[in-house]
């Protein structure tokens, strides 16, 4: 078990693990790979055997961290994976002088709600028909 920065070659695995998940964001491997080279942005991987099953991306500039994707292998949800990358990803926000967080998530994506909500996140907003012009987006944040 092991927590570590996202590498150029991780993208086709993090774009696969996200694949197997709908309520995450899609950026495909392109995109993925885009996003690791990115000096805004930080992925931080969950590795199980030598294999990643989980990750979190985000984006930080001028002391606002946003949370951009996050995503666990169904077959590995449920043991505490999302908890620690995100609890992971802001103590790091907030070593690197990072003062606030913010994401949005699907009004209906109540196991994410529920993650964001242990952390210490709470409902800061709302983008009504944001999702494909149907589910309302909830905009959390925190301060840290
Ligand atoms: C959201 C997600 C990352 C959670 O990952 P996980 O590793 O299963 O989460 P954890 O095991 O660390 O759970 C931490 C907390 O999240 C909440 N939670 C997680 N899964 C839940 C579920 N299915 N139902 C209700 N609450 C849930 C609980 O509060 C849980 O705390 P608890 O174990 O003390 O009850 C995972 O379900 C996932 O990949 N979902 C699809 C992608 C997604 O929704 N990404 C976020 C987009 S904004």
Known sequence: ??????????????????STQPMSAH???KGMAGEIANAASRIW???????????????????FCEILNLAVLPAACRKGIGFRLLSH?????????????TLEVNVRNHPAIALYTKAGLTETGRREKFYDGKDDALIMGADL
Request: charged share 30%; with cysteine; hydrophobic share 45%.
């Open 1 to 18: 078990m092991k927590m570590r920065p996202a590498r150029p070659l991780d993208a086709a695995r993090l774009a696969y693990i996200e």
């Open 27 to 29: 950026w495909g491997e």
């Open 45 to 63: 991987c969950w590795e199980e055997d030598g294999e990643i099953v989980g990750f979190l991306a985000l984006r930080l500039a001028a002391g």
């Open 89 to 101: 990803a802001l103590r790091n926000v907030r070593e690197s002088g990072g003062t606030a967080v």
